[in-house]
Nanobody
Framework: DVQLQASGGGLVQPGGSLRLSCVAS????????MKWVRQAPGKEFEWVSS????????LYADSVKGRFTIIRDNPKSTVYLQMISLKPEDTGVYYC?????RGQGTQVTVSS
């Protein structure tokens, strides 16, 4: 049973930071590239960042480049998204995903 459980979201002021975590189970984590996507209220899903199977290569959407960092820990079957300098437009539900599926998300709200 594939599970991708994201956590670490919350309410933060503009300019603040959060670190999201996603713990995977039910498949061989190191066999899959991973990504984070988000969905703002009333909007389509937006790709945020991807990381290769060994963590050696990463990609970022222009909207988050320089502010977000994706990291993975294969022995822990966990992928992280470190977010700094958060903006109100970063608000949304964040999900980790791969070609197997997309798990439960975590809410990020950036507001003063």
């Amino acid at each position: 049973d594939v599970q991708l459980q994201a956590s670490g979201g919350g309410l933060v002021q503009p300019g603040g930071s959060l670190r999201l975590s996603c713990v995977a189970s039910g498949f061989t984590f190191s066999d899959y590239a991973m990504k984070w996507v988000r969905q703002a209220p009333g909007k389509e899903f937006e790709w945020v960042s991807s990381i290769t199977r060994d963590g050696g290569s990463t990609l970022y959407a222009d909207s988050v480049k320089g502010r977000f960092t994706i990291i993975r820990d294969n022995p822990k079957s966990t992928v992280y998204l470190q977010m700094i300098s958060l903006k109100p437009e970063d608000t949304g539900v964040y999900y980790c995903a791969n070609t197997v599926g997309r798990g439960q998300g975590t809410q990020v709200t950036v507001s003063s």
